[in-house]
């Protein structure tokens, strides 16, 4: 008995010895994310930055991550989340990163890793043109209703410039702006890059609105790509990001989709 019970123990401990040797304890992200060959990108229906064309994801951030993806060898797969829910699903390992027009802030930043800034944005009120006298001040917008989606940097607008309004909580962007659009709601608080880009987009379903200017300005804003909290993947997408300004490859992509003046400089 005494020599099976050391046979059992001595078997065991080779197995742990070797589920060691097998298991990541470097707690590297980068490691992990190449470990499975895919790296697993977090997007909502956000055009121009990721948008579906004949069932395939493009747009500028679409093709971004993949360009990304492939200098860090693995394969970029797209998965649609819930904006509301993202810092979780990232930590959860749902997904891998959030590339999808990502206003960086302080909160976001304290609780995820993100890269440097890649594009400038700001946020847009979008109205229809018939309500252009209706909706020009602050008083009139306030007794509006508005619409922004869940998370988002238009919903911390709406709260901080239109308190009185009436907000109304969408899944994404794009959702709030159809809100307008289908005269639900009165105005929509979205990404100025997604407004200005739908509005004048030749052939686009949204030529009847138009985005207010003057009633109050937002203040600048940067897109950055979130990981998870200290993850080592964001300096390696750092140093990326940095080659494709140098050759060209990021005012490439921006003239492509008319982000040539949102590049950071």
Not at 40 to 46: A, K, P, Q, R, S
Not at 141 to 157: P, Q, V
Request: with cysteine.
């Amino acid at each position: 008995m005494k020599k099976l019970l050391a046979l059992i123990m001595a078997m065991l401990l080779v197995m742990t010895v070797f589920a060691g040797c097998g298991s990541d304890n470097s707690g590297s992200d980068l490691e992990y994310i190449k470990g499975k060959g895919t790296m697993i990108v977090g997007i909502t229906d956000f055009e121009p930055m990721d948008f579906e064309v004949d069932g395939e994801w493009t747009g500028f951030d679409a093709e971004l991550a993949r360009l990304v993806g492939k200098e860090l060898g693995v394969e970029v797969e797209f998965q649609l989340i819930n904006w509301g829910t993202k810092e979780s699903e990232l930590a959860g390992k749902t997904i891998d990163c959030i590339w999808n027009g990502l206003t960086w802030d302080e909160d976001r930043a304290a609780n995820m890793s993100l890269t440097v800034h890649y594009l400038k944005n700001k946020q847009a009120v979008v109205i229809n043109s018939a309500d252009k006298d209706k909706y020009n001040s602050v008083d009139a917008l306030n007794g509006a209703t508005i619409a922004a989606e869940s998370g988002s940097a238009g919903e911390t607008f709406i709260s901080s410039n239109f308190s009185g309004a009436n907000y109304v909580e969408k899944d994404d962007q794009l959702g709030a702006l159809t809100e307008v659009l289908g005269k639900q709601s009165d105005a929509a608080v979205i990404d100025y890059i997604m407004a200005n880009y739908l509005i004048n987009k030749e052939g686009s379903n949204f030529g009847s609105l138009m985005i207010v200017d003057g009633v109050v300005e937002s203040a600048e804003e940067y897109y950055s790509v979130a990981f998870r909290k200290g993850s080592d993947v964001t300096a390696k997408v750092d140093e990326i990001l940095k080659k494709f300004k140098e050759d060209g490859t990021l005012a490439t992509l921006a003239a492509k989709y008319g982000l040539t003046d949102a590049l950071v400089d």
